[in-house]
């Protein structure tokens, strides 16, 4: 029998119990549950074993372990095997990073990298001339901070047999000069396909160091789900080998991939992927989603808008999937009980996404649902209760509601009025009703959801105590904002009435905090310092 007691300090059983949140000043865990609260009754389990492991929390709190509902943990893992690129505080210092990596690996075939900030460069658009002064004639791509974009060098687009007689690909653009010639940036399927086709595969041991890594990263901040968001098929032996071989340090939940141009073979091969990760048994990996690319990213103009951008008059973005044929796949991916997570940034993404899910629950027997769409960048006012009446989760990035220099430079001009102010209406979305979970979307931005909290509570950056709160009306409070990383990310893991919580007979998931999150200045909380992990009564981190 395996015993934890903890006592010295406050533990957050709930967040938003009742809307307040609910204390208490001690608890045990027994096999993996949280078997009793108070001091008395942790006063009892001390007695009758004497030899339970008891933590002293300093005057800490132990609250429900947040979990990340939107993040590409096996892209931010592999992030590590190239050039420190995301350090880079301008163009020149991107170039220097890849400069210095090439001068460590000089017979290195290729170079990859990610990420960078594409703020650096003028619209976005970086020249494959700025990368071969110092990458020559190795083949080099680099990933953009949004993971939508990549930037290569001339070797690379002699590699991929692009030139200017080459067509964009369906769902792709490779940015182009005046006369016709590949710039040396891609988008969307454009930067995917070559990744996918061109671009050597990291072997199997480096993808298994990388998950192992990133899980491990994740159980340091305290964290015990994961969602991976974008899965291909060539990950899942990668999952199903960290799991067997006990490297994964928090569960993770995985995300199959629809492709619009082959969906209705998935079928098959996604119910297969499943019923293997299923019977693999592994506690700690499952694989019960499947992911929809409905849509790119404003910044790059392939977000769907229901109107024009306002800086391209002509140009409502690139949206992935034909409207019909996304109700269609959604329909049939919910006939066979998967949860589907949609990718939706524009507003016209937004709106297609809820009528697919509302499609598919229409034509589908009634069950119970807990169908994502992530991000919800851009939301038209007219679809905010959309959300609560579908019973669909809205997972935001709190991260990015604040007015930094990507809202400035390239977002904000690309709307216009009145829709810069249609951004993460986290707080609409909550009033009206609907389940809120938070994620990461991480290596695009911070893995860290101390400093996302933060700005879920001030709507601007933490490092600006005194900053205005962009778009004030959509804050939240701190319990709901740690909510949406407890209860919501618990109903989002398919666990709403086993996790979530430390409430007796929950699974105990906790993280024990230098102070309570709910009760400090939301700035203080980005530096946050954690003490320990436990998932199912398990420590998985300690300082």
């Known amino acids: 029998m395996s015993i934890t007691v903890f006592t010295g300090g406050t533990v957050l059983v709930d967040p938003t119990h009742a809307g307040a949140p609910l204390t208490s000043d001690a608890i045990a865990f027994v096999d993996g549950r949280v078997i009793a609260l108070g001091a008395d009754a942790v006063a009892h389990v001390l007695e009758a074993e004497p030899a339970a492991a008891h933590v002293d929390l300093a005057g800490g709190t132990l609250a429900p372990a947040p979990g990340d509902g939107h993040a590409h943990?096996?892209?931010?893992?592999?992030?590590?095997?190239?050039?420190?690129?995301?350090?880079?505080?301008?163009?020149?210092?991107?170039?220097?990073?890849?400069?210095?990596w090439k001068a460590e690996h000089p017979d290195a075939e290729w170079i990859v990298g990610g990420s960078y900030d594409a703020t650096f460069s003028e619209g976005g658009m970086f020249d494959a001339a700025w990368l071969d002064e110092v990458t020559g004639n190795t083949p080099t791509i680099l990933r953009a901070w949004d993971y939508h974009t990549a930037w290569v060098n001339s070797a690379a687009l002699a590699a991929g047999g692009i030139t200017a007689d080459t067509p964009d690909p369906a769902l792709g653009r490779i940015v182009r000069r005046s006369d016709g010639s590949p710039l040396g940036t891609l988008q969307e399927a454009a930067a995917n396909n070559f990744l996918a086709d061109v671009v050597p595969n990291f072997t199997l041991a480096e993808r298994l160091d990388a998950i192992d890594r990133a899980t491990s990263e994740y159980a340091a901040l305290g964290m015990t789900w994961v969602q991976d968001?974008?899965?291909?098929?060539?990950d899942i032996e990668v999952y199903l080998a960290a799991a067997t071989q006990g490297r994964l340090h928090t569960r993770v939940n995985l995300a199959f991939r629809a492709d619009p141009a082959i969906w209705r073979e998935q079928l098959a091969a996604f119910e297969a992927a499943r019923t293997t990760v299923r019977e693999l048994g592994a506690e700690r990996l499952s694989g019960e989603t499947v992911k929809f690319f409905v849509d790119g990213v404003i910044e790059s103009h392939t977000a769907a808008l229901l109107e024009p951008y306002a800086d391209r008059p002509e140009d409502t973005g690139l949206p992935n999937w034909d409207t019909a044929e996304l109700a269609a796949a959604a329909t049939a991916f919910d006939a066979l009980g998967f949860q589907l997570h949609l990718h939706a940034i524009g507003d016209a993404a937004n709106r297609s996404a809820l009528d697919a899910l509302e499609a598919a629950t229409a034509a589908n027997p009634a069950r119970e649902r807990h169908h994502v769409i992530a991000h919800v960048a851009l939301l038209d006012p007219a679809d905010v209760d959309r959300f609560a009446k579908l019973g669909v989760i809205a997972n935001f990035e709190p991260y990015w509601a604040q007015c930094d220099a990507v809202m400035r430079d390239l977002t904000i001009p690309h709307l216009g009025q009145p829709r810069d102010e249609w951004q993460y209406l986290i707080g609409s979305v909550h009033r009206s009703g609907a389940t809120v979970s938070f994620g990461s979307d991480w290596p695009v931005t911070t893995i860290d959801w101390r400093p996302a909290v933060a700005t879920a509570i001030t709507r601007h950056s933490h490092t600006e105590p005194g900053a205005d709160a962009w778009l004030p009306d959509e804050r939240i409070d701190a319990a709901t904002a740690y909510g949406a990383y407890t209860t919501g990310i618990a109903r989002q893991a398919l666990a709403g009435g086993s996790r979530g919580t430390l409430a007796l007979g929950r699974?105990?998931?906790?993280?024990?905090?230098?102070?309570n999150p709910l009760t400090i200045a939301?700035?203080?909380i980005a530096d946050l310092a954690v003490l320990g992990t436990w998932l199912a009564g398990n420590r998985t981190f300690t300082p």
């Open 229 to 234: 968001a974008w899965v291909e098929p060539r």
């Open 73 to 100: 943990p096996m892209l931010g893992g592999v992030e590590a095997l190239g050039p420190a690129i995301r350090a880079a505080a301008d163009k020149q210092g991107i170039i220097d990073a890849v400069a210095a």
């Open 522 to 524: 939301p700035e203080s």
């Open 507 to 515: 699974e105990a998931d906790a993280v024990w905090l230098a102070a």
